[in-house]
DNA sequence: ACCGCCAACCTAATCGTTTAGGTAAGGTGA
DNA sequence: TCACCTTACCTAAACGATTAGGTTGGCGGT
């Protein structure tokens, strides 16, 4: 049937073009009556009212994008509940934007993604991983807020949300020292993902302060490079580490699949401790002592704090003031990991963290 | 800086709008030259074509949507993968529609979200489950093509690309009966999903041939709701079943965390197999055996078909045919399963599976 | 010199909404 | 009666791109 416009409704109901407008969209200057009698006929021919022209004539725009790099890492889907959870779905769009091919980063395809966002005006972006420096200033350029989730740009004052990987790690450490672990390998991403530098700082000063010796290995961010990586690591060290420190959820999946493989016994040959929890953590052999970042809690902060800057900058414009977002110091914040403690580790279950006790499943 | 537009280049290069306009899209009509200072132009003031504009301009949509409910289910992430591989990102943009709110259908979400994929006049839709009629309807009314994964709507007319649910459970059903198991209980989500049917229908037959006593447990989908519902399920009947077949991915989750709490050891106690293949299978305590659904393959096809389709829809609507799509019987494909053999179904490891040998890890 | 053709470019209409700026009818108060 | 509101509605001008249908100027062929 194709092509129903708002002027076939104003044909098959006599009002005008203007008055259907405003009866659909909820404004005032319609009467009761002929707001009935428009929705009525609009709801009978099946028109649904056309966005590219709703958009294309209207100031306001209400879709916020999340932009993440391979969403099989099981702790964006805890993100992505949160950052739902915080914006309304009858009053706001999310897109997701996903910079990975084949489960790992492409430079190409961040490019296209941002291009593609600025396209469609998106009213604002969070992102969980650090863009390149051309991309958030074309995304400035445009006027374009974006929050960054546990990663943050070089361009220091931008809006973030991340959780406190020096600290966490630091206690991540401190338990691995109180287990007597010696020899530490952190299987580790690549810096694009931010979380990186406290990550691995904190697990440096608790070596540090342990005496321990941090092997750092990096590997590409999915579970086959992991593994391959840790399988060269192993064969080509003399010395076998005591603890293996897994960056997040695909370098553990990689890790655990050599280590069965090889009949690497957990823990005793070798402790293995993980960043970020997931669903299946209790039910692995053994289950797995996890640091568990509150991504949940991250996105639903990230997606409150994107719509409150959208929100200032919409009635600066009214006001006729600059356009572009404010940006403030509070719009950096840190919110505390805590330490889930379960057999892989060498602990039997239970177990402090930040304060809070957490018994494992 | 805000709202650059086309003509913003126009000023800047003295040529008109027309012209900024081809060299930007690629088009003929514009020298070689020109078309090198418009383009040096736009990227130095930053210009970024506006889509609604061009939306509602141009004939045609790039933009697929793909409607799941709960993308918690790892099978979906294989399914996006296999679609993303079929898309050419360059030409095409996927868009995801997820209808669930906390993990569970939502139907007034899936209201919206229709709404809303009519109203930016999407291409295509690939939907990983059954739409309510009325939304089928409206899909069709406005021309626009629907491929169903995993599921099928009552009209039956549509494409779909699914699983062959009844010959695969069938096997399964064999494979326990040679176990020796004789007390089946399948845990299963609501019908909304239309695999549950052959699923279910293949081990009725199974279990009919075996002479084996199958019990159906109905809950929603979703691990807490899951694992609930089998606790209550274990604690009211008389006897324990030999077997527990989970219907997907959560409910394997929701009822190995029950198991695991009640000390119930597998499979000696009660064996497990699951529907769904996912990351961490071969890592739980025991491996689980697993009805592999290809829903990479599925994705890679369900992407083809819709793409064919809507090809054909513009090619027929160039020539001022019909515009809506056409529907063939070899637009309805069904791909196999296999069975992957781990230890929770009483095997050791390795195993057969519509004729092909496979090693669990 | 003349004609025809092509490349390169332009003007202006168009897509489907929203909205600024009207108007006409009816009510109200002095 | 008149001036003045208010309500309910309309006309017409945007929004920023694409594109049908011109208009040039230059070149080649005869």
């Known amino acids: 049937m194709a092509r129903l416009t708002m002027r076939d409704i104003s044909h098959a109901t006599g009002f005008s073009v203007f008055t259907v407008s405003r009866a659909l969209s909820g404004g005032d200057g319609v009467s009761e009556q002929s707001r009935e009698q428009i929705l009525k006929a609009a709801q009978e021919l099946g028109y649904v009212v056309n966005r590219a022209a709703q958009e294309l004539r209207r100031a306001n725009r209400d879709t916020v994008a999340v932009v993440t790099a391979g969403t099989s890492n099981s702790y ?200 970020d929890e997931f669903a299946w953590s209790a039910l692995t052999d053994p289950p797995i002592t996890v640091l568990n970042e509150h991504s949940e809690e991250v996105g639903r902060r990230a997606a409150m704090m994107l719509r409150g800057i959208i929100e200032e900058q919409e009635e600066a414009q009214r006001k006729g003031q600059s356009s572009s977002p404010r940006y403030l110091p509070e719009h950096q914040q840190q919110v505390p990991a805590r330490l889930m403690l379960r057999g892989s580790c060498g602990c039997a279950a239970g177990s402090v963290l930040d304060g809070a006790l957490v018994k494992s499943a």
């Open 76 to 275: 964006y889907l805890d993100l992505m509940a949160g950052i739902q959870r915080a914006l309304d779905p009858s009053a706001w769009t999310v897109i997701i934007g996903d910079v990975a091919v084949d489960g790992a980063y492409d430079a190409r395809l961040e490019a296209r993604i941002v291009q593609r966002l600025i396209e469609s005006r998106t009213a604002g972006v969070i992102s969980a991983l650090t863009l390149q420096p051309e991309h958030t200033e074309l995304l400035a350029k445009w006027d374009i807020p974006i929050v960054f989730v546990d990663s943050s740009p070089e361009a220091a004052h931008f809006p973030s949300i991340t959780t406190n990987n020096h600290d966490a790690s630091l206690m991540v450490g401190q338990h691995l020292a109180e287990h007597g672990y010696r020899e530490w390998l952190f299987l580790v991403y690549p810096t694009k993902w931010s979380s990186r530098f406290g990550r691995e700082s904190g697990l440096r000063e608790a070596a540090r302060l342990a005496g321990a010796n941090l092997v750092v290995l990096e590997t590409a961010n999915d579970a086959a490079s992991a593994r391959t990586a840790l399988a060269h690591h192993l064969d080509d060290s003399a010395t076998s580490p005591h603890v293996l420190i897994a960056g997040n959820n695909p370098l553990l999946l990689g890790a655990m699949g050599l280590l069965r493989q090889r009949m690497i016994r957990i823990p005793e040959d070798m402790a293995v401790v993980a960043y």
